[in-house]
């Protein structure tokens, strides 16, 4: 376990200071330390440590400039847009440092206005863009994807017209393609582990990260969470393959702390590890299930397998090393 030492002037500073309130130097560190507990100070290495959340969805409204493909406005989270005015704030008040914006399905393969977002906002904002995998022209993209500003990587759901894609060569020609690039993947594959374990064999240079351990609504429905979880477990052992821990709470049939998901966000966890585990909310799935803020504490306070350092590691480091994020 890392452990974070206070600066010389901090130090000096609640040594000094508890030891001239108690008149006992030899407990003096003590007294501090209980001083600032008191006060709600965070530890040092929760004050030091980057917050990534790997998965928000932003989008603008539907409009005659801004068509939305069939299906598109039954399928978007919220009745309204998402955009950085709402994000921002939020992420400010919680701590959040970074989003990783995925383009949402329902807006079409549009990467505008996350782009856009990056740009405005680069030290909070990049993005895992969406590319038509049906498209021959989309090939040529793929050399100059990254040059985008804002731009880390793809990101692709095989749901609704797309359903068969992964399975009926449609997206074949990207996995080589993407490696070439150093384009890493996040993949939704709710349901299909068995056939993306195929994909992540055959293209062992290829970075794909799961989406949401390969959970999704159906399969908390049907009761089956354990069952996904077992299967994506499976899949950690494609070192090329790594996953977010996202929208634990969403998935969850209680309250927060959301108890019955610790034992599925262990599993993953002992199966990918600190460096292949990314915390992340898909918040706008289910705003009312949680503040921002709980579902941070949710992983940070009562995940009580994870150490300081795993904490590092999962709720932002380790994201920001997979993308390249700097």
């Known amino acids: 376990m890392r452990i974070d030492m206070p600066s010389r002037r901090e130090f000096?500073?609640?040594?000094?200071?508890?030891?001239?309130?108690?008149?006992?130097?030899?407990?003096?560190?003590a007294g501090a330390q209980t001083l600032a507990q008191s006060a709600g100070t965070k530890p040092q290495s929760a004050r030091q440590r980057t917050i990534v959340d790997a998965q928000v969805h932003l989008w603008l409204a539907e409009g005659p400039d801004r068509p939305w493909p069939p299906?598109?406005?039954?399928?978007?989270?919220?009745?309204?847009?998402?955009?950085?005015?709402?994000?921002l704030p939020m992420m400010n008040q919680a701590g959040v440092d970074r989003v990783v914006i995925v383009p949402p399905s329902w807006?079409?393969?549009?990467?505008?206005?996350?782009?856009?977002?990056?740009k405005n906002h680069p030290d909070r904002f990049a993005v895992m863009g969406r590319i038509l995998l049906d498209n021959p022209q989309s090939a040529a993209l793929l050399p100059k994807w990254k040059q985008q500003p804002g731009m880390l990587g793809l990101r692709l759901t095989f749901n609704r017209a797309q359903t068969k894609w992964l399975s009926d060569g449609t997206a074949e020609w990207l996995w080589p393609a993407a490696a070439r690039a150093g384009a890493p993947i996040m993949i939704s594959i709710a349901g299909r582990?068995?056939?993306?374990?195929?994909?992540?064999?055959?293209?062992?240079?290829?970075?794909?990260?799961?989406?949401?351990?390969?959970?999704?609504?159906?399969?908390?429905?049907?009761?089956?969470?354990?069952?996904?979880?077992?299967?994506?477990?499976?899949l950690a052992r494609f070192p090329n393959v790594s996953c977010k821990m996202?929208?634990?709470?969403?998935?969850?049939?209680?309250?927060?702390?959301?108890?019955?998901?610790?034992?599925h966000l262990?599993?993953?966890?002992?199966?990918?590890?600190?460096?292949?585990?990314?915390w992340g909310t898909d918040i706008?799935?289910?705003?009312?299930?949680?503040?921002?803020?709980?579902?941070?504490?949710?992983?940070?306070?009562?995940?009580?397998f994870l150490t300081e350092e795993d904490k590092d590691w999962v709720m932002g480091r380790a994201i920001l090393a997979r993308l390249n994020w700097s």
């Open 107 to 118: 807006e079409g393969e549009r990467n505008d206005y996350a782009l856009l977002a990056a």
């Open 284 to 304: 706008t799935a289910d705003l009312s299930k949680a503040t921002y803020r709980q579902r941070i504490t949710h992983f940070t306070e009562t995940l009580d």
């Open 246 to 263: 996202s929208s634990a709470a969403n998935r969850s049939q209680g309250p927060y702390p959301f108890e019955d998901m610790k034992p």
């Open 193 to 234: 582990q068995e056939e993306f374990a195929r994909v992540a064999e055959r293209n062992p240079d290829t970075i794909f990260i799961i989406d949401h351990m390969a959970l999704s609504d159906d399969i908390a429905r049907a009761g089956k969470i354990g069952e996904a979880i077992a299967a994506t477990a499976a």
């Open 12 to 29: 000096l500073r609640g040594a000094l200071g508890a030891g001239l309130a108690l008149g006992l130097p030899g407990i003096a560190i």
């Open 266 to 278: 262990r599993r993953i966890f002992e199966a990918f590890g600190p460096r292949r585990s990314y």
């Open 71 to 87: 299906g598109g406005v039954a399928a978007a989270h919220l009745p309204y847009p998402f955009a950085t005015e709402k994000l």
